[in-house]
């Protein structure tokens, strides 16, 4: 219970401030070849949410072509039906009857990811304070070769160790985090990136650490490195690999059962210093856990609404209508409250 009601909090960033939806600053400075695979376009909630639903509906009919009926079922049962805490025009809190925590569940990954940001954050802003370094996004990617998915992760996480064994690393990077993201090619071929956020001590030439990835991959030297001018935002667009590794809509039943297969495949890590650092900061970790439990679990019916003082009620609504949800607060003109009783 205190999982689900912990992680299921979808407030938007003034009652939960490491779940915003910014992304202004981290949108700009990535390459467009690099990421645009699953940036997209900006989209409303109520179009995430419908999204989301469509994502989830496409696993289970692919886990029933499989004959995995037991996941199916579980997808089918996540989050379909939803108590949402509201005031009519903001959303403090959606608890749902059910998590399916399958890696690839939308749903569950929003709140894993969540979940990271609000452990990370912390600990990252410590550990900047202790170290007088500035955190940078680093993309490194790798060329498409024949390969199944866990052959190009382990190629991928294999060159990067090596990358913070060497000399120059070890000069200007004082650890950090990495998470993996996957997508496929037009012609099917597996393309991983490594997605790292690097603690780095000074400037250095960026053509110098291209020399570096070049030399440790052998054949590809494309990466790409700005600064994160906001923590917060920065961590949130390098998690959310985490909650959505891979376009699941171009998903077929074969990609499905490749990624059953790779069951313990970690997508999150810290490395270099930062790492031993997390291991010394886990009793303040639990503090800023259980600051986010209570800030939640305080929120109930007939409690003042965080963002406009207007009283909570509890909505029950299916899965199907949460979407409808959504769009009825997008299109209520600010400032008129509109009960929905069902
Ligand atoms: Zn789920
Ligand atoms: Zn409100």
Redesign the pocket.
Known sequence: MRQATLATVLTDSRCLPVASESKSASQTYLDKRVTKSQRGTKRTRSQRARERLQT?EHLAGLARELHEGELAD??DR??SRLSVLTCGRHIARII?N?????RL?????R?RSRKLQTKYLPMMKSFMLHNKVTPVHLVLTQTHRKETRKESAARIRNSFTKLTRRSFWKQYFKGGTWSLEFTKDKNGLHHTHLHVIGFRRKFFDIELLRDEWLAVTGDSHVLHLKPILDLAAGLQEVVKYVSKPLDIRRFGAADLKEFLGLKNMRMFGTFGEFRDFCKGFEPSDDDAMSELETLSRDLVEGCACPQCSAPLFDLRLSKSELPQFYEQIESSPPGKVRRSSH
Request: aromatic share 12%; net charge positive.
């Open positions: 989830k579980k997808l996540c989050h749902p059910f998590t399916c925590e399958f569940c939308p749903d569950c990954g709140r």
